[in-house]
């Protein structure tokens, strides 16, 4: 695809983040499997259950762009989810595995964090504030899952793992 506007780059933000937002539907599950923290296996569980619908929600904003979301692999989030299943075949204790895998979830958290925040940059400067606001409300998602691995690594697991 040929990038001539910023509507065009917007369109190829948009599809970078739904291949992300569905390679981390397929990620989400191994990582609860592989917390023994019963938070960290919930929060994961949680997330995933809100990637979903964030993933339809990126589908209400190609509807409303008249595009298919297909055509774009993310390699960010491709690379980011491979290392963390590296980190999930290394031989740790499992209170060290949970502190990497919240370490793993933040750092695609992120990059969506920043993905997002270009893109609902450029919806509101192209006059889509329809697409804006559904994308802020996926923004806010991320921010506070961010939030929450934050608190739950600093009270809890790296304790832990420290250990």
């Not at 750092?107 to 509101?124: D, L, P």
């Not at 329809?130 to 899952?145: F, G, N, P, V």
Request: glycine letters at 4%; aromatic letters at 4%.
């Amino acid at each position: 695809m040929k990038l001539n506007t910023l509507e065009d780059l917007l369109v190829d933000a948009l599809k970078d983040l739904y291949s992300a937002e569905n390679q981390i539907t397929k990620a989400l599950p191994k990582m609860a499997k592989a917390a023994s923290s019963d938070e960290l296996r919930q929060g994961f569980e949680t997330h995933l259950k809100e990637t979903q619908e964030q993933v339809k929600r990126l589908e209400q904003v190609f509807e409303i762009l008249e595009a298919s979301p297909k055509g774009k692999k993310c390699k960010a989030a491709e690379g980011l989810i491979e290392e963390g299943k590296e980190l999930m075949q290394e031989d740790c204790e499992p209170e060290v595995l949970d502190a990497g895998l919240i370490a793993a979830a933040q750092k695609v958290e992120h990059y969506e964090i920043a993905s997002y925040g270009c893109a609902i940059t450029w919806a509101r400067q192209l006059g889509h504030q329809d697409i804006a606001e559904l994308l802020q409300q996926t923004l806010e998602e991320e921010k506070a899952t961010d939030r929450k691995l934050t608190e739950l690594a600093e009270s809890q697991i790296n304790e832990e793992a420290e250990a």
